[in-house]
Structure formats: structure tokens, C-alpha cells
């Protein structure tokens, strides 16, 4: 879905309307977040998870993520501060995660209810963000500028929470 949502933003005008693009994109980002819960619900509910997937799906969700915020970016529809800090997280808490597995501690970074309230932030405010036009009276853009700022205090907030739980690894490792 990364790439049709940004070759969205590359179409000729005369190919597509900004409000056909927007809502497409809009659709297709919902679209790709929902079959993620549900392919991730499936696998545990089956259980048929694997290291492999693991590892896969959490990249993948943050490279949509990215992506989208973005295109967004081009568009002016978000704040490049907000931007840095929720794909700066992303980088940094993957980075942590990876280097606590490898010293056998990823226990200590494990998803906590603060990053599923910053996931649940993001994945409303991007939706809203690319369709940017009222809908059913409601405007998206208030909507997503709102919850795009709640993200990004829940990815700061998370993201101290994370590094504060794998500090005794860090000291511990680093030697002081």
C-alpha cells in the first residue's frame, strides 16, 4: 500500500481531482491499517505467529506510517516538528528494541498501553490528515491536527517511558 499512496500524490491533476486523490489515499492508508490488526489478530488468535512476522510487521507498520506522514509533510498538512518527532521515535525505540533482543532483554522494552494509545492517535489523524475535507459535518483537518499533536505527546511520552525501562541495560552495558 506505501507505494500506491504516495504514486497518489504524483498523478497528474488532469488524471485525478485533489479530492479523489485525497479520499483514495485516505482509504487506502485505512485499508492497509486495518488488514494489519487483522492479519495480527488472526495470527495470534490461530496461533500462527513466527519470528519472521515478528519482526516484519512492526517495520512495516512504521514505513506506512512514515511514508504518510511524509506525503503530509509536502502537503503542508502537518508540522515538520510533529513529523521529526514521531519518525524520530520510531527510529529510536526500533533501534532500542533490536540492541535490548540482542542482549536478551527486549522484556523490559515491550509494547506498553502508552505506544497502543499513540498507534491508535496515528492511525485516526493520518486518515483525516490526507482526506482534509469535511466529512458529515466534521472537520477532518481540526480533527487530524488535534489527534496528530495527541500523537505526537504520546510518542514523546512513550519514548521516554521505553528508554527509562531499558536504562538499568544501557548504564549497566555502557560501563558507568
Same mark, same amino acid.
Given at each position: 500500500?506505501?507505494?500506491?499512496?504516495?504514486?497518489?500524490?504524483?498523478?497528474?491533476?488532469?488524471?485525478?481531482?485533489?479530492? %479523489?486523490?485525497?479520499?483514495?489515499?485516505?482509504? #487506502? &492508508?485505512?485499508?492497509?491499517?486495518?488488514?494489519?490488526? &487483522?492479519?495480527?489478530?488472526?495470527?495470534?488468535?490461530?496461533?500462527?505467529?513466527?519470528? &519472521?512476522?515478528?519482526?516484519?510487521?512492526?517495520?512495516?507498520?512504521?514505513? %506506512?506510517?512514515?511514508?504518510?506522514?511524509? *506525503?503530509?509533510?509536502?502537503?503542508?498538512?502537518?508540522?515538520?516538528?510533529?513529523?521529526?518527532?514521531?519518525?524520530?521515535?520510531?527510529?529510536?525505540?526500533?533501534?532500542?528494541?533490536?540492541? %535490548?533482543?540482542?542482549?536478551?532483554?527486549?522484556?523490559?522494552? #515491550?509494547?506498553?498501553?502508552?505506544?497502543?494509545?499513540?498507534?491508535?492517535?496515528?492511525?485516526?489523524?493520518?486518515?483525516?490528515?490526507?482526506?482534509?475535507?469535511?466529512?458529515?459535518?466534521?472537520?477532518?483537518?481540526?480533527?487530524?491536527?488535534?489527534?496528530?499533536? *495527541?500523537?505526537?505527546?504520546?510518542?514523546?511520552?512513550? %519514548?521516554?517511558?521505553?528508554?527509562?525501562?531499558?536504562?538499568?541495560?544501557?548504564?549497566?552495558?555502557?560501563?558507568?
Amino acid at each position: 500500500m506505501i507505494p500506491l499512496l504516495v504514486a497518489l500524490f504524483y498523478v497528474p491533476d488532469s488524471w485525478l481531482s485533489a479530492s %479523489m486523490r485525497d479520499t483514495i489515499a485516505a482509504l #487506502a &492508508f485505512i485499508f492497509a491499517a486495518l488488514t494489519d490488526w &487483522f492479519d495480527g489478530w488472526l495470527a495470534r488468535r490461530w496461533n500462527q505467529t513466527s519470528s &519472521f512476522g515478528a519482526f516484519l510487521d512492526p517495520v512495516a507498520d512504521k514505513l %506506512m506510517v512514515c511514508a504518510a506522514l511524509l *506525503v503530509l509533510l509536502d502537503l503542508n498538512r502537518v508540522d515538520s516538528f510533529i513529523a521529526l518527532i514521531i519518525i524520530g521515535r520510531e527510529i529510536t525505540i526500533s533501534a532500542l528494541r533490536e540492541w %535490548m533482543a540482542k542482549i536478551g532483554a527486549s522484556g523490559s522494552v #515491550a509494547v506498553h498501553w502508552l505506544g497502543k494509545f499513540k498507534t491508535a492517535a496515528q492511525m485516526i489523524a493520518i486518515p483525516c490528515l490526507l482526506y482534509w475535507h469535511p466529512l458529515y459535518g466534521v472537520s477532518t483537518q481540526a480533527l487530524g491536527q488535534w489527534l496528530i499533536i *495527541v500523537a505526537a505527546v504520546l510518542t514523546v511520552w512513550s %519514548m521516554c517511558y521505553y528508554l527509562r525501562r531499558a536504562w538499568p541495560e544501557i548504564r549497566d552495558r555502557s560501563g558507568h
